[in-house]
């Protein structure tokens, strides 16, 4: 005959069996599911800006990374779940890495058209600071002259 000791030890052991059996049976859904629709927002934008800038359509995209024009369109609207095969398709497609496919949005960047740099002339040569940050550290010293570049 048992103790109640030893049945509650017992009961508890098997308990913890369970609890563990279902946890690594259910690996899966430990993803939050937030983060995999990030990842797919995220992949679907990376791929239609990597492909705007080049000014390809998506057609034109899925010819050269060998894939239908329907599977193209999924992964840019994020519906598509691909395999690690179609990504590096895909990454081979615009040359970049697979990391890049998936990273982070980087931050923002402005285009300066030169028109509205400052310029300075030194002699005969024509000096424009490529930096809008730099062009105003020549006039933050409240005097019309720009600083030395030394």
């Known amino acids: 005959m048992r103790s109640a000791t030893s049945a509650g030890?017992?009961?508890?052991?098997?308990s913890s069996?369970?609890?563990?059996?279902k946890m690594t049976t259910n690996w899966q859904g430990?993803?939050?599911?937030?983060m995999d629709d990030e990842l797919s927002t995220r992949l679907g934008r990376n791929i239609?800006?990597?492909r705007e800038v080049r000014g390809l359509t998506q057609q034109k995209m899925a010819k050269i990374a060998t894939l239908p024009r329907a599977t193209w369109a999924n992964l840019e609207s994020g519906a598509g779940n691909p395999t690690l095969a179609v990504l590096s398709r895909v990454a081979f497609a615009f040359q970049v890495s697979l990391e890049e496919l998936v990273a982070k949005p980087r931050?923002?960047?402005r285009h300066y058209p030169a028109r509205e740099?400052?310029?300075?002339?030194?002699g005969a040569a024509m000096i424009r600071k490529l930096l809008p940050d730099a062009s105003r550290a020549w006039t933050s010293t409240g005097s019309s002259s720009p600083r030395s570049f030394a």
């Open 17 to 21: 069996a369970r609890a563990l059996a």
């Open 117 to 122: 740099l400052p310029v300075v002339m030194r």
């Open 30 to 34: 430990a993803t939050p599911p937030s």
């Open 9 to 14: 030890l017992v009961r508890e052991e098997r």
């Open 48 to 50: 239609k800006q990597l």
């Open 107 to 109: 931050t923002e960047a």
